[in-house]
């Protein structure tokens, strides 16, 4: 499978808790997204990367949300102190920076926040 | 802030009959893309539109974009019951040709097609 892969698929977590979820991106892609997805509602853009550089961050919810691409391939999405409005799916794409751009879409990541 | 605008939100159409679904946004931008989500899994890519005027159909799906009404339409023909999902359109709020890939999506689509 040379897709985008998300891992883990699902997480439950207690409130006040840190997880991390990777996202391992289509290989010869260079740009990573992170978008987060409450239900009925359309996927809500994070942050991106283009190869190790982050180049869009303001978007992330909060100080306690963080994301890394330490060698332009994975990345980790990292959530401080967990709440209860933090329980969503947490969506990766990736894509190659060019004229279509066309982003592709992991299976997720669902958070549930107990 | 850019909007993204999608309606009808729920949409429940027989076999075969015909529809649009219509998304509406609030700025410039010559870079839309239409995705298809089923429940509870992730989105598809269905088409990439890049300039104004364009056309893309694959199936029974068409959409189209008019950069100068901000509005893009997709189109479906002899619905069949395999088409029921959620469609989401997503807006580039490109500037100057380059593409920044932060998508601003609409509420979607839920598409129910009855036999």
């Known amino acids: 499978d040379t897709g985008v892969s998300q891992d883990p698929r699902h997480k439950i977590t207690k409130r006040g808790q840190n997880v991390t979820f990777r996202c391992d991106p289509i290989s010869e892609h260079n740009r990573l997204y992170w978008y987060r997805q409450t239900l009925g509602q359309g996927p809500e853009f994070l942050t991106y990367?283009?190869?190790?550089?982050?180049?869009?961050k303001s978007r992330l919810l909060s100080d306690r949300f963080s994301a890394e691409r330490p060698k332009g391939s994975f990345s980790t999405l990292e959530i401080q102190r967990t709440e209860q409005g933090d329980s969503a799916m947490y969506l990766c794409?990736?894509?190659?920076?060019?004229?279509?751009?066309?982003?592709?879409f992991g299976p997720g990541t669902r958070l549930t926040v107990t | 802030e850019l909007k993204v605008e999608q309606n009808p939100l729920f949409l429940s159409m027989q076999e075969g009959k015909n529809y649009t679904i219509y998304c509406n946004y609030s700025?410039?931008?010559?870079?839309l893309y239409w995705y298809r989500q089923d429940p509870g899994k992730s989105l598809e890519s269905l088409f990439v539109l890049l300039s104004n005027g364009a056309v893309k159909q694959e199936g029974r799906l068409m959409a189209s974009l008019d950069t100068k009404a901000r509005l893009s339409t997709l189109h479906i023909t002899a619905a069949v019951h395999d088409l029921s999902a959620t469609y989401f359109c997503a807006v580039d709020p490109e500037a100057g040709g380059t593409s920044y890939g932060k998508l601003t999506f609409g509420q979607g689509t839920i598409l129910t097609v009855h036999p």
């Open positions: 700025t410039t931008s010559d870079r």
């Open positions: 794409a990736s894509s190659i920076r060019g004229v279509r751009d066309e982003q592709y």
């Open positions: 990367f283009q190869n190790e550089a982050q180049l869009e």
